[in-house]
């Protein structure tokens, strides 16, 4: 715990120098000072925890001043103020503009410590509700969203300001850039967290499945329909409809959706009644659907209806310091995963993360970083650790064909068994090779084989 840091400001000699010796003595630093002007030049260079001001000063400036001055500078820091006897009208004036307490001249040491100490509790218990504040809003806003660049703190000032309406959001951004996280976290920050969060690829499913799965069908609509199904429209009534890759849905489908969207509606497949739904919408694309739609590729009123507030997620690169606190988070996370041993990276290592271009975005970071911590054998991630695209030319390693065949070995399995998440059985499957051997193999590498 640093040292309670005070200032006090005194112009008569005598009296700061008793009352500094005392509050030395209780175990405090305090740096006295005899204007108002020396006051402030103070206060524009170090924190204090406390101010205790006369209210006369000799000089230009008076203590109120000073209180005023303090209370915006350090707006944390509790101001007691003394007065002269009798001045009992200038001691409510200052306790109206935030001084904590007020002491009578002459002030006996006892009295100043006894009053100091009162003020000293009082702030550090506002600064623990502050933190507990704090925490319970990290824990329903932002967990998980690592950043330090003012690119994506702009993304996240919209992100809350459009969580609290129920507007539909389109997420553009290239692959890999956080569109499902930043969809998350709208869902999250709004009044709609308590209801569910649905999310669908919509380029992953052919047009008549998509269909039935947004939005529902009725028993015997088509083969293989055998019961009245739900749609997920109804799924997130009351929470959050996450349409990924929404430029890969076909004119007969926006059609529906733009119906949804505007009517609140949606039909089952096979059924004519209309059904309520009120689901919010946020929809993502790694295209540019603006230009879709003016290419008549994608419907221009649906693209419309859906754009009514629009997130740009910027690709990594135009973020580039948001490079290594993603790579040191990723580090901690795939440690956990994966019971590897570094803690950090090189400096060369962190070189090459941050000049790298990184196309496929915090993605292709994420996987990169659990691949060197798998290639790492030691408590440091080394550059040659990293896939070799990362590394600029004078770090990257010699050409492959010369490398020794147990080197090309172990790339060759590690990368397995990252496409594989980890599972061994089903990398050693993959391998064309026992599940004892592979074991065999990986604690020769030093990854801990589990
Ligand atoms: N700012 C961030 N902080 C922490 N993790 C992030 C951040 N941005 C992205 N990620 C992680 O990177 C990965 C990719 O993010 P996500 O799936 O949200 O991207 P996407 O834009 O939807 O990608 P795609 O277009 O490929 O679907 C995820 O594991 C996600 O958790
Ligand atoms: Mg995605």
């Known amino acids: 715990m640093p040292k309670t840091k005070l200032l006090l400001v005194e112009d008569d000699q005598s009296q700061a120098a008793l009352l500094a010796l005392e509050i030395r003595r209780a175990g405090f630093d305090v740096e006295p000072v005899k204007s108002g002007e020396d006051a402030v030049a103070k206060l524009a260079g170090t924190l204090y925890d406390a101010i205790v001001t006369d209210l006369r000063l000799g000089g230009g400036m008076d203590g109120l001043q000073v209180l005023r001055e303090a209370k915006r500078a350090q707006p944390e820091a509790e101001v007691l103020v003394i007065t002269g006897h009798g001045s009992i009208d200038s001691a409510v004036d200052a306790m109206k503009h935030g001084a904590f307490d007020y002491l009578t001249k002459p002030v006996q040491p006892e009295e100043l410590m006894l009053v100091l100490q009162k003020a000293l509790d009082h702030r550090s218990l506002l600064g623990e509700v502050r933190r507990l504040r704090e925490e319970v ?3 329903y806003s932002f967990e998980g969203i690592v950043y330090s660049s003012p690119e994506m703190g702009r993304v996240l000032e919209l992100v809350r300001k459009v969580a609290a309406t129920d507007a539909t959001v389109l997420i553009q951004g290239e692959s890999g850039t ?9 869902h999250e920050n709004s009044a709609r967290r308590t209801g569910a969060f649905v999310a669908i690829n919509c380029g992953a499913l052919p047009e008549g499945l998509l269909e039935s799965e947004l939005f529902g069908h009725v028993k015997g609509s088509f083969t293989g329909a055998d019961r009245n199904k739900r749609g997920l429209f109804e799924e997130a009534s009351g929470g959050t409809l996450f349409l990924d890759e929404i430029s890969e849905t076909t004119p007969g489908l926006q059609v529906k959706l733009l119906r949804a969207l505007q009517e609140g509606e949606v039909r089952r497949v ?6 309520r739904v009120s689901a919010r919408v946020v929809a993502a694309t790694n295209k540019d659907l603006g230009k879709l739609a003016r290419e008549g590729k994608f419907r221009e009123d649906l693209f419309y209806r859906l754009k009514v507030f629009p997130i740009d997620l910027p690709p990594l690169r135009v973020r580039p310091t948001d490079i290594l606190p993603l790579a040191e988070h990723f580090l901690r996370k795939a440690r956990k995963k994966m019971a590897a041993k570094a803690t950090r ?3 060369e290592a962190a070189g090459a ?10 993605r292709e970071l994420e996987h990169a970083v659990e691949r060197a911590l798998i290639m790492a054998s030691g408590p440091t991630v080394m550059a040659e650790d990293l896939p070799p695209e990362v590394l600029p030319p004078s770090l990257a390693a010699p050409p492959k064909a010369g490398a020794p065949l ?5 790339t060759h399995i590690l990368d397995v068994l990252q496409a594989c998440k980890g599972n061994q059985a089903e990398a050693a ?7 004892n051997t592979l074991w065999r193999k990986l604690k020769k590498y030093g990854v801990d084989a589990k």
Do not use: C, T
């Open 137 to 139: 809003k990290g824990k």
């Open 178 to 186: 956080g569109k499902e996280l930043i969809a998350r976290a709208i």
């Open 270 to 275: 096979g059924d004519n009644h209309p059904v």
């Open 429 to 435: 499957k993959k391998l064309g090779i026992g599940r």
């Open 345 to 347: 990276f090189a400096h």
């Open 406 to 410: 147990e080197e090309m070995e172990k």
């Open 353 to 362: 993360l941050q000049s790298y271009a990184w196309p496929g975005n915090v």
